[in-house]
């Protein structure tokens, strides 16, 4: 993992304790509004940080295997789990990557779409059931 995404997790990490404390006070639910946002970043957070516990927990995993493989009698066992313990951390780097990414603003708004059989007969119809089709899954 790059030194960037790493310091970026630590202080996220930082930043989700610091929630944890204004969401246990007992001052916390007087105004709503600001609960409800302070709620909804720790969610995020929370999801994001769940994964560099995992990532973290994988590169834990291939130092102990790493020194495994120091023991002769160990050594193809150490490297079956280097390879997986590998695997998974570049498995969680591009989720934790994904899971970095800026948040669209209106990703928790609700959409209305129209679809409409236009002209064509009954090949439009079929197109526009396939678009429902696609967009309600």
Known sequence: ???????????LANR????NRTLSAENATRDMGEFRKLSREHAELSNV????GRHRQAERD??????MAADPAMQGFAQEEIKAAEAAMARLAAQLQAAMLP???NDG?????????GAGGDESALFAGDLLRMYTR
């Not at 989700?16 to 929630?19: I, Q, S, V, Y």
């Not at 291939?62 to 020194?67: H, P, S």
């Open 1 to 11: 993992m790059k030194p960037p995404l790493r310091a970026k997790l630590e202080g």
């Open 16 to 19: 989700l304790e610091e929630l």
């Open 49 to 52: 940080l769940e994964l560099y």
């Open 62 to 67: 291939a130092a102990a295997a790493r020194d």
């Open 103 to 105: 948040k669209d603003p």
């Open 109 to 117: 708004r609700n959409l209305f779409i129209e679809i409409r059989a």
